[in-house]
């Protein structure tokens, strides 16, 4: 039997194995959650014992704990592949926004409803089956192949820094492989070669030391969710153009062959805007749509909150407010750089009639890879070979840290193949996977082994 | 036997009914002590009907019974005061938080320690054992008297308006008189001519349909909280002056005599700063802090709320941001004209890019009572008999919906003298009334009946 067969064959069991991953609720935010998580790693560890990988182990990190496993036969002349991806999910709220429990997955024609269902559980899975598939059918494997699913990367992959650098010789490679990010759209698979970096800040504002009666005091002293809104709106101009002194310094501009193959890349505003349903698209002048969400640095707040958020009037002057905001970054901006002078510049405009506390959550490097190597070439014969199209290149807006990670510890690049679709609704409620995808992903990542193998890494 | 022999032979008495006043578990918000309110209704009858009142009586409204009795034969020429009260109390949580329980009045020092001690029971009985003193004494009254003591106050006075409206002519009065608010400082007390008028409204700002990925959508989108941040800013500048145009075109500016008397209350700046814990006061430049937060119109974020909330970091563009946002007025501001200001300033700033929602929550108009009158001299002349100093006259900050009631269906001012301490703990633990202010408010409202019966009302 060949991958392929077996691949058809073991459709329904594969999917009934992507329920159970979907079931488990392995929100790492949440300290609540703490035994689902490691229940999830668990999963996954006999899964990729299942699938015929060696050396399986979950791994304590400080944290929670991440799965590694290997095949490691097919000989120092062929590549060696280090897949990363994750099982911990974003948390669910608003959960009244769910049309069913995100922890209770779902089958609607062929979607698949849950959290995690597109970010990243069933990417993960895509690979755990292409790898069964071809050890249950073939008995080896063309490369060699190492794998790792860690449990914290919705909340900034804390220990993972600290695991590769520890682990160095465990996990060296040539290149890392990662399935979380989507495919340009529905048919069209894409490689994405850029990514952008991030800087993640929480701000709280207080003022006085209790809550008032706005009667009572207001007007005499100064309230923490006027002043924070005032330092948000001095943040980024209702152009979208971002306002902190020196935070464009580096910024890499597109050259005129990216800023060529954005245009190339099949796009109908109209369409973006009716999905989202807003009256205009935003953003700075001079760069289109594609362009801002992708390749140009922006600013936004997550989060804001402070005072009574209930039904009714409550006359509150709050003693507190604050915000969650983040920063996404382009090459050449340094997260470090840009932490510092958000902060600084915060300082400089707060008032002084409250006070200020700036503290980071996270940040991450922006990243670009080359698009022109071998491994670039074996993966677009791969997708080419499954979904009949030439895969397109595309730059993301998201971050995925560890690939500066990989890049800094491991000496090794990363190649982004993603199975999601941009209107999964990642990190929002109802989010779902195609099953089309999951499906044709097994086979691309079962062809992309095959073109691997035919590599020759003898000078290498 | 004069009034002031009758209070002081009776002070023992009057406290002992006073403590099973406060007995009574009168909670109006707390649907398990319907039974306890309605119980405490029928003794403010008891007490009404043994001060000498006549036609007192336990009115229903449909929700908490109120209480009524008058005494109307003094003749036309003399003054008909309408007296205001409630009887109902504040929850009690934190119970344990209260060094005695809330319903076992305690005696420490000077001081009686209950819920509703300050507010308002204490403050009602007052008039109740003035009205007694005099009546018992004297065999009548100098002025015509007409008391209501509501059940419903803590909760909105719900089904007052309807009552006063099927009233009128029950009700019908030269002016108001209530003790529900506080002495200027202890030994200092204090008469209210003013209240600031309140318009509380909502804004809804939605930008996409649903929440989405930060880096996906980043740059591109615009964000309902950054846009959000950027309308409330336009609001009122770093200065604490308001930008909508025409706010301050009603604005009665206070008169050289008003600011005068504001200097000369006792107010020690630096004590309230550090009580509420902030490095400097805030607002309006020209204007003191005592003007800022009673005389001045204003506009505080009651509350603001929009996307991630949570610990950590959730990379959220949000779908929805809100805020909660009120505007105290003075004077002669309409709630109606601000409120469509507020709306229409709204609606011009807004970025295109969001969907914005604006609604009121509820109106309250400012009220003054002309400080030279007849009625407040006579007032100014009880209350220096009783502390042997001069009454402070002050505006309040917040509103009390009902004395705009009062104006529009009785068309009566009202007067505001209390007999509280700001430090008694009202809707807090431990509320708690000082007796030499009770035994000084019964001698103060006696005085006042005594002065007020001086004034021939022939010719108004």
């Known amino acids: 039997m060949n991958y392929l067969d077996y691949i058809n064959s073991n459709k329904e069991r594969y999917l009934d194995e992507l329920k159970q991953f979907l079931s ?5 935010t949440d300290p609540k959650h703490k035994h689902d998580v ?44 280090l897949i990363y991806g994750h099982y911990d999910v974003q948390p669910v709220d608003p959960l009244e926004l769910w049309n069913a429990p995100p922890f209770s997955p779902t089958i609607k024609g062929d979607k698949i409803f849950a959290r995690g269902a597109s970010d990243d559980k ?5 690979h755990v089956k292409s790898i069964e598939s071809y050890l249950k059918t073939k008995g080896n494997l063309p490369i060699n192949v190492k794998i790792i699913v860690e449990g914290e990367e919705e909340i900034g992959s804390d220990h993972l820094d600290s695991f590769i650098e520890s682990n160095k010789s465990l996990l060296g490679c040539d290149f890392v492989l990662v399935s979380d990010t989507a495919m340009y759209q529905p048919g069209l698979p894409a490689i994405c070669y850029g990514l952008r970096g991030l800087v993640y800040m929480e701000v709280n504002v207080t003022g006085p030391n209790r809550d008032l009666h706005s009667g009572a005091f207001g007007g005499a002293v100064d309230n923490p969710a006027n002043a924070l809104a005032h330092i948000i709106s001095r943040l980024k101009d209702l ?28 796009f109908n505003e109209e369409k973006f805007k009716d999905d989202l ?3 205009d698209v935003f953003g700075e002048k001079g760069y289109t749509t594609l362009e801002r969400k992708s390749a140009r640095p922006t600013l936004d707040v997550n ?21 969650k905001i983040s920063m996404r970054l382009v090459p050449d901006q340094d997260p470090d750089k840009i ?21 980071g959550t996270h940040n991450a490097k922006p990243a670009i890879t080359p698009i022109d190597s071998d491994e670039i070439n074996a993966a677009k014969v791969a997708l080419k070979r499954s979904f009949g ?4 290149f595309i730059r993301e807006g998201g971050s995925i840290p560890v690939v500066n990670t990989f890049q800094e510890l491991l000496n090794a690049p990363t190649i982004l193949i993603g199975f999601g679709l941009n209107d999964e609704n990642i990190h929002s409620p109802n989010e779902h996977f195609d099953l089309n995808n999951f499906y044709k992903g097994i086979e691309s990542i079962s062809f992309y082994f095959e073109e691997l193998g035919k590599l020759n890494y003898s000078n290498k």
């Open 339 to 359: 932490q510092n002078l958000f902060t600084d510049y915060i300082k400089s405009i707060a008032p002084k009639s409250v006070k200020v506390e700036i503290s």
């Open 389 to 392: 199209v030439e895969p397109v």
């Open 122 to 126: 069933g990417q993960v899975f895509i």
């Open 303 to 323: 989060g804001i909150w402070g005072g009574f958020q209930g039904e009714g009037a409550k006359t509150v002057l709050p003693s507190k407010a604050g915000a």
């Open 24 to 28: 488990i609720p392995s929100v790492s």
């Open 239 to 266: 152009n979208g153009e971002i306002l902190i002194p020196g935070f464009y310094d580096d910024v890499k501009e597109l050259t005129d062959d990216e800023r060529e193959e954005f245009r190339k890349l099949p």
């Open 277 to 279: 349903g807003v009256e």
């Open 38 to 81: 490691r229940a999830c790693a668990e999963f996954v560890e006999k899964k990729l014992t299942e699938a015929g990988l060696e050396n399986v182990k979950v791994y304590e990190t400080g944290g929670h704990p991440l799965v590694y496993g290997d095949w490691l036969y097919a000989g120092d002349d062929k590549p060696t592949v």
